[in-house]
């Protein structure tokens, strides 16, 4: 297993949980590390991204300046750091890693080579 992620859960509305993703140290495609969410129903959705080569993060719309990516290369893990939880963040949350930075389209999957197993997160009402 490349990815494994943990920290998924219930929670109410307005609540916090943080993820985390850790990826085997023998995975080769770590320069960028990201968290994609699908919620029931809809597509996969980019939620945020953090690379090594070029130095950077991006955080989706939807959740900026309520959610926070970042890693510890040291450890090779991600985390995911969700405040202020909406009913609408349901889903289920994964790991991804890839080689390449695809700029504006960071969220594009074809940049991610390895995907881990999800982590449900429930937030109600």
């Known amino acids: 297993v490349q990815l494994v992620e943990s920290g998924g859960g219930s929670v109410q509305a307005g609540g916090s949980l943080r993820l985390s993703c850790a990826a085997a140290?023998?995975?080769?495609?770590?320069?960028?590390m990201g968290w994609f969410r699908q919620a029931p129903g809809k597509t996969r959705e980019g939620i945020a991204t953090?690379?090594?080569?070029?130095?950077?993060?991006v955080t989706a719309g939807s959740v900026k300046g309520r959610f926070a990516i970042y890693r510890d290369n040291i450890e090779n893990t991600v985390y995911l750091q969700m405040n202020s939880l909406k009913p609408a963040d349901t889903g289920m949350y994964y790991c991804?890693?890839?080689?390449?930075?695809?700029?504006?389209?960071?969220?594009?999957?074809?940049?991610?080579?390895?995907w881990g197993q999800g982590t449900q997160v429930t937030v109600s009402s």
């Open positions: 991804a890693a890839g080689n390449s930075y695809g700029g504006p389209n960071w969220d594009r999957e074809e940049y991610y080579n390895y």
């Open positions: 140290r023998y995975t080769s495609s770590k320069n960028c």
């Open positions: 953090s690379c090594t080569l070029p130095r950077t993060t």
